[in-house]
């Protein structure tokens, strides 16, 4: 008996009905093959009753072939649905012999359809008298011009009752079917190549049309995948890639609804159904543009797109369908393999269709481990209790195998991608009672999967995500947790190592760059390697954006779990071109590119510093064209890595391969209106921003800042390199002109500057007197040895940042001002970011600590607005204050997961925007609102988890008051924040420093 992995392989060899587009367009190309050499019929079937398809060992070559018996009609026979397009002409040949005994008739190949609008066709392609003694070649050409649905391509006999054996059917074309590319636009008034799914009625119609006079109206729906589909099979060819679109409409009537576009593929009557753009919104009246891509990976013998809703089953109108070829670029082969230029196993995640065509060359060319995207997660392989799926998997760890390409196993427990089963016994929710059948679940599933691949998949995801660090306990609130505790931890990783006690077993997660996830982390793993439960390392999954975290951040997590003695592996690098969740670029800055590949190049820095600590590192995709970054957490534009759409080599490949070649980058530099002392001490004023990072090489590493003032500009590095020589130095070059200060302080004349030694490094202020016009360049040199570092930019400059001051009280929060606020000095909205008059609001602050965590931030604003509106559907477009806390001051681009917005309207509606999901700050509002006459106060008391209040700290702040008319805002004005973009940076907020 062949073992499993012998009979997978044998598939791959075997090319059933597998087409191949790679012929030049003139010569005849393959198109499907039918061998019948795998064990199946490859998709053909019974034409007529009593007839069986079925195979036979009497063969034309190998070791199979189709036998047709049980006829009682000429028509009678084997038949299938073939992959004809329109316009093409075909070439069928077969082999054909008699079952033994059967006397002399003629074998006939026939190509049943029926024409948009018109009644079924029979036409002949080939025939020839066939007998029991030899077998004979049946041959001929096929072309059809007219739209048509219901094609078969069947076999038949002039003999009724005639048993006879197929081999060997080959199709071909003269042109190449798979490039051409269809399209649908109903001018000709039918439905073209369109059929009903199930039960719904297609139209053609002029009532509405994208393009012409003519749509297709879709009604009588059964189902949400009831709907028009075509077949494409014969038009894709395996391992391209084509663009597939539709524009859609609402039906009549119709006010909302979402459509998608969407395929199915078969082989050997098992069906798959694949997304090729999600449903989306149809706006009433509107034609919208459903548009995807999608490679083929996969032999079928069914293949047809159709359009279906998330929901329901409205009428729609479908038009202008098209699926075009897009021809891949050939990879470049003059750049260097990005695995031979680092010291650790550089991966990719990937799927089936990746490892061919185009694809599989570039994963092969730099790439030296895998680890699959989806295809092992536990709706991929257990989507019923166990119901074993394995058929990616197993393609996948066999692919890597041939190719000696390591594998890391993803993922075994997440409480995402986990099917609903799992949770439930029947219709009824587990509960922490059934933990014991939970744990038998898990173990079976675990077992099961880490068994079959045992020696194979070096490295295990076993548990992934387990971690919030929001909880008083750290631990997220998945079903796994509640139903467990920490018992499926301890579960998963035991089952894992005694199943394959060779693998490294691995706990992995996101965000672990971020000090306050770091820790709860590393306390986990700590306690449970105390334990002796077997986790062997730690996994970063590293989803980065362009500014955020700071590789310093990364440095500091991975020396932080070196002290564990735990292996370390970056698992799902890539760095998302947006800072918010919001964003969406049309086409992609190319200077956000090359930043981008500035922060690849910071990130290898660190990983190849640590590579005695980091076993590998894998970027989460094989090129931008495939990255979930499309779809999460909206459907946006978002190249992420290191290669583009079409496979070439973008600035991020540089970052990692050799940054030498990294295109000039002009970085920008906020500075802000502002006096300081020049004397060498931290003056507050600095400590309103934070420092602009200068990468860090070798022991090197500083932040600097700039104040403009009319007497220059002011400058200040804080520079850490532990080889104290007094002759390292830093150089500001501004306008032009260089002015260097040494560590020791000595600087030239004709401007103030000082130096201060810290721990650990040294402080540079100054005072420059060229002004912020020009670039400006901040080289940091180590007279010791080593490479200098530099930033290289261009200021801004911005009004002051202002700073309110905040006393320490609680007061009562229920819209009653308390002579407590009097303590805090009154602030007041004047920075308008929409119109120049409405209503401002009066504010103050009061804050109180709540013993070593956490603290309230208390906030009154008195608001003027004489006219009070709600009635805009969307809470920033009523009367209302919108409060703005930052209790890092972090000032960055997009929001950290504790910065929040917290909106309060004059009837007290609460609204909270933070991070996409606000997991870290929905619960910190408290607030009470009253209607006063001219206006309305608000009150309300912010708690701060995150932090410990005391005084001095500095916290982000902002104010800003929403004046409605009616259904719509028609003023903002705010207390520091002039950019109108509050909600989605905390870069330019204000500052609230806490007193006594
Ligand atoms: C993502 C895949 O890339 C997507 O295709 C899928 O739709 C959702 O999951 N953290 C993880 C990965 O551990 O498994 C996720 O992968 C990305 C976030």
Same mark, same amino acid.
Request: net charge negative; glycine share 10%; hydrophobic share 35%.
């Given at each position: ?831 308008? *970011?929409? !119109? =120049?008059?409405? +209503?401002? $609001?009066?504010?103050?602050? &009061?804050?109180?600590? /709540?013993?070593?965590?956490? @603290? ?55 609204? *909270?925007? !933070? =991070?996409?999901? +606000?997991? $870290?700050?929905?619960?910190? &509002?408290?607030?009470? /609102?009253?209607?006063?006459? @001219? ?62």
């Amino acid at each position: 008996m062949r073992t499993r992995w012998m009979a997978t392989a044998a598939a791959l060899l075997c090319l059933l009905s597998g087409f191949i587009a790679i012929s030049p367009a003139s010569a005849a190309v393959h198109v499907a093959k039918y061998d019948f050499e795998n064990g199946s019929t490859q998709g053909w079937s019974a034409r007529g009753s009593g007839v069986t398809v079925g195979l036979s060992d009497t063969a034309h070559s190998g070791d199979a072939a189709l036998l047709v018996q049980g006829r009682t009609a000429t028509w009678h026979g084997a038949t299938i649905t073939p992959p004809f397009e329109k316009g093409v002409t075909y070439t069928v040949t077969a082999f054909a012999r008699l079952a033994s005994g059967q006397p002399p008739n003629t074998i006939a190949m026939t190509v049943q359809r029926t024409p948009a609008g018109g009644s079924t066709t029979y036409e002949r392609v080939g025939a020839g008298t066939v007998t029991d003694a030899a077998w004979t070649e049946l041959s001929g050409t096929y072309t059809f011009t007219a739209d048509s649905t219901d094609l078969q391509l069947y076999v038949e006999s002039s003999d009724a009752t005639s048993r006879y054996h197929l081999d060997d059917i080959v199709i071909t074309s003269d042109g190449d079917p798979t490039r051409s590319g269809l399209a649908s636009d109903f001018e000709t008034g039918t439905a073209q190549s369109w059929s009903p799914r199930a039960s719904a009625s297609l139209t053609p119609t002029t009532a509405v049309a994208h393009g012409g006079a003519y749509s297709l109206a879709v009604s009588g729906r059964s189902a949400s995948w009831d709907g028009p589909s075509r077949s494409v099979l014969g038009a894709m060819a395996k391992g391209s890639k084509y663009e597939i679109s539709a524009w859609v409409r609402l039906g009549p009537d119709v006010t909302s609804g979402n459509l998608g576009l969407s395929l199915e593929r078969r082989l050997d009557g098992t069906p798959a159904y694949q997304r090729v753009a999600a449903p989306k919104a149809v706006a009433p009246g509107e034609w919208t543009l459903l548009k995807g891509t999608y490679t083929l990976a996969h032999d079928v013998d069914l293949l047809s797109v159709y359009i279906e809703s998330d929901g329901g089953t409205f009428p729609f109108y479908l038009d202008d369908f098209s699926l075009t070829y897009i021809e891949p670029k050939p990879i470049q082969t003059d750049i260097p393999p990005l695995k031979d230029t680092v010291p650790f196993t550089l991966g990719v995640a990937f799927n089936r269709a990746q490892t061919l065509g185009e694809h599989g060359q570039l994963l092969l060319r730099h790439y030296g481990g895998v680890t699959p995207g989806n295809d092992m997660k536990w709706d991929a392989t257990e989507p019923e209790e166990g119901r074993f799926t394995f058929t990616e998997a197993d393609y996948l760890v066999n692919y890597a195998a041939e190719h000696d390409l390591k594998f890391r196993g993803h993922t075994l427990a997440w409480h995402s991608q986990t099917p609903d089963w799992v949770f439930k016994d029947g219709d009824r929710d587990l509960t922490p009672a059934d933990r014991a059948l939970l744990l038998q679940r898990l173990e079976n599933h675990i077992r099961t999967l880490v068994t079959r691949y045992k020696g194979k998949i070096a490295a295990w995801d076993v548990v992934n995500e387990v971690i919030d660090e929001n909880r008083p306990d750290g631990m997220r609130r998945s079903k796994w947790f509640e139903i467990t505790g920490l018992d499926y931890i301890r579960t998963a990783f035991r089952v894992a190592h005694e199943a394959d006690p060779g693998a490294t077993l691995f706990i992995n997660d996101y965000n672990t760059e971020w000090p306050r996830k770091r820790e709860v982390l590393y306390d986990l793993v700590r306690k449970l390697r105390a334990e002796g439960v077997p986790i062997d390392g730690v996994g970063h999954q590293l989803h980065v954006n362009i500014e955020q975290a700071p590789a310093s951040n990364v440095e500091d997590t991975i020396e932080r779990f070196a002290a564990l003695g735990v292996d370390q592996q970056i698992t799902e690098l890539d760095v998302s071109v947006y800072t918010d969740f919001v964003s969406t670029y049309d086409t992609v800055p190319q200077d956000v590119l090359t930043e981008q590949g500035y922060r690849y190049k910071e990130l290898f820095d660190v990983f190849r510093r640590h590579a005695s600590q980091i076993s590998s590192v894998t970027v989460w995709g094989v090129a931008d064209d495939g990255t979930w970054l499309s779809f999460f957490p909206i459907t946006r534009l978002n190249p992420p890595l290191p290669f583009d759409d079409e496979l070439q080599a973008k600035p991020a490949y540089w970052g990692i391969a050799d940054p030498s070649k990294l295109p000039p980058l002009t970085r920008r530099l906020t500075v802000p209106a502002g006096t300081i002392v020049v004397d060498g001490k931290r003056d507050l004023e600095w400590d309103l921003l934070p420092d602009t990072p200068i990468a860090r090489v070798g022991d090197l590493s500083a932040g600097f800042q700039a104040r403009s003032t009319g007497a220059g500009l002011y400058v200040m590095a804080e520079v850490r390199d532990p080889s104290n020589d007094k002759n390292d130095s830093v150089t500001f070059e501004a306008g032009g002109t260089p002015y260097t200060v040494r560590r020791g302080g000595t600087h030239a004349h004709g401007f103030p500057a000082h130096a201060k030694r810290t721990d650990g490094g040294y402080r540079v202020e100054a005072r420059l007197p060229s002004g912020t016009a020009g670039t400006l360049r901040v080289t940091v040199h180590n007279a010791s040895g080593g490479d200098d570092i530099a930033w290289n930019g261009a200021p801004t400059v911005v009004p002051a940042i202002k700073l309110a001051t905040a006393s320490k009280a609680a007061p009562v929060v229920d819209g009653t001002v308390d002579a407590l606020w009097a303590r805090s000095p009154e602030i007041r909205t004047a920075t308008w *970011i929409q !119109g =120049t008059t409405g +209503a401002t $609001a009066r504010v103050r602050a &009061l804050w109180n600590g /709540a013993g070593e965590h956490g @603290g309230t931030l208390y906030v009154l604003a008195q608001v003027t607005d004489a006219t009070l509106s709600e009635d805009s559907p969307n809470a920033w477009e009523q009367d209302s204050v919108e409060i703005f806390v930052d209790p890092g001051n972090g000032k960055t681009k997009g929001y950290d997961d504790d910065d929040g917005q917290y909106r309060i309207s004059f009837s007290g509606r609460q609204t *909270i925007g !933070g =991070t996409f999901d +606000a997991f $870290a700050i929905k619960d910190n &509002l408290t607030s009470a /609102a009253r209607i006063v006459p @001219g206006g309305y106060v608000i009150e309300a008391a912010v708690t701060l988890p995150t932090i410990t209040l005391a005084k001095d700290a500095l916290l982000g702040f902002d104010v800003q008051v929403n004046d409605a008319t009616g259904a719509s805002r028609t003023g903002a004005v705010t207390w520091n924040d002039p950019t109108g973009q509050s909600y989605l940076s905390t870069a330019r907020w204000g500052v609230l420093r806490l007193t006594k």
